[in-house]
Each structure stands twice: as structure tokens, then as C-alpha cells.
């Protein structure tokens, strides 16, 4: 049987992480979809709007698929500080994907106070939300990968061969006088020259 590198809470959230980019995914294509059929300028405009949430949600999917793979090898110990940063990394993407989307889920009205139009909200709320449980997600990632890539307390423990303390020895054995040690330089010489 495989040996789990990752701590069981820690595959289940890679398991929920899953189920919440599901949602964003959805969110996001439903936010698309409604963004087309609504704007003018639908082709540049949604392709613009839009280009940096496919790529975080893409880049989180990506993660969460390689961290499944490798949890049960030794390649997740390995590479324990890569997750950690790229879970930064779309962590903060994925925090100001809910903001544009918790922002964009609203109806929207010119500066006179006239009604412009109302966004679908059932997409944009699944994106929000999506984008929300992802962050979440992957802040407790963060804790759980973080807690097992915490350096041994002993360094020659991943060694396999701990070295024997240093004892240096000033004299024979019930003598207390230094004994006093004069420096030999070495007659070593390289046989390539």
C-alpha cells in the first residue's frame, strides 16, 4: 500500500478543492455565456473581461490534479515549497476573481442614477462563491503542506548516517598541561601539473 505524504485532512481538501472549482468553473462559464449574449461588443469585450479568471481557475484546476497525483509518492515531500508557492500565488488571484465577481453580481447604474442593466446574478454568485470556497481551500492547504515541509529538528535525520560528535583531545589522558600543536603545512601536490 502507498504511504500518504500529505496528512488526511489535507487530501480531503485537495478532494473539496475539486468540488468548490467545480462551482467557480460553472460560475465562470455561466458569467460568460451571459456576458456575450448581453454586451455589444461581445467578442473583444468578454475575451478581455474574463481572460484572467480562466487562466486562475485553469492554474488552480492544474495544482489541485498534480497535488492529488503526488500525494501518494515521494515527489510531494520534494516539492512541498513549490505547492506552497503556487498555492500563493492562485490564492491571490482567486481572492480578486471574488472581488470582480461579488462586484460584477449587482445591477449597475450610471452616475445620474439611471438603471444601465442588471447582470445575470445566479452566475456571477456561483462564481463568487466558487472563487470563495477555492480561497478558503487553499489557505487550510496552505497550513497542511506548510506544517509537514517544517525542516527536522535533528538536519542528518534525511542523511541516514548521523555523525559522531566532535571530541578533541588536548594531551594524554590525567595530564592537565596543553599540549602545544604546531601547524604542518601539506606536501600534497595535484599530479596534473
Known amino acids: 500500500m502507498a504511504r ?6 489535507g487530501l480531503f481538501l485537495l478532494f473539496f478543492g475539486l468540488l468548490s472549482w ?3 468553473l460553472g460560475g465562470l462559464g455561466a458569467s460568460t455565456k451571459d456576458c456575450t449574449q448581453n454586451r455589444a461588443d461581445k467578442a473583444f469585450s468578454c475575451a478581455n473581461t474574463y481572460q484572467l479568471e480562466w ?7 492544474i495544482l489541485l490534479v498534480v497535488m492529488i497525483l503526488t500525494c501518494f509518492t515521494a515527489a510531494f515531500d ?9 498555492l500563493g ?6 481572492t480578486w476573481t ?3 465577481f461579488i462586484t460584477n453580481s449587482f445591477s449597475q447604474y450610471a452616475s445620474d442614477g439611471a438603471f444601465l442593466k442588471s447582470y445575470k446574478s445566479d452566475a456571477y454568485n456561483a462564481a463568487a462563491a466558487g472563487a470563495v470556497l477555492l480561497c478558503i481551500t487553499n489557505f487550510a492547504l496552505i497550513i497542511f503542506v506548510g506544517l509537514g515541509a517544517a525542516p527536522p529538528s535533528n538536519p542528518y535525520t534525511s542523511l541516514g548516517n548521523t555523525p559522531a560528535p566532535l571530541s578533541v ?22 599530479s596534473n601539473f
Open 4 to 9: 500518504l505524504h500529505i496528512h488526511p485532512v
Open 22 to 24: 467545480v462551482v467557480a
Open 55 to 61: 487562466w486562475t481557475i485553469w492554474f488552480q484546476f
Open 78 to 86: 520534494k516539492a512541498r515549497h513549490i505547492y506552497l508557492t503556487y
Open 89 to 94: 500565488i492562485v490564492t491571490t488571484l482567486l
Open 98 to 100: 471574488a472581488r470582480n
Open 169 to 190: 583531545q588536548t594531551g594524554t589522558l590525567g595530564s592537565s598541561a596543553p599540549v602545544e600543536q604546531k601547524y604542518q603545512p601539506s606536501t600534497y601536490q595535484p
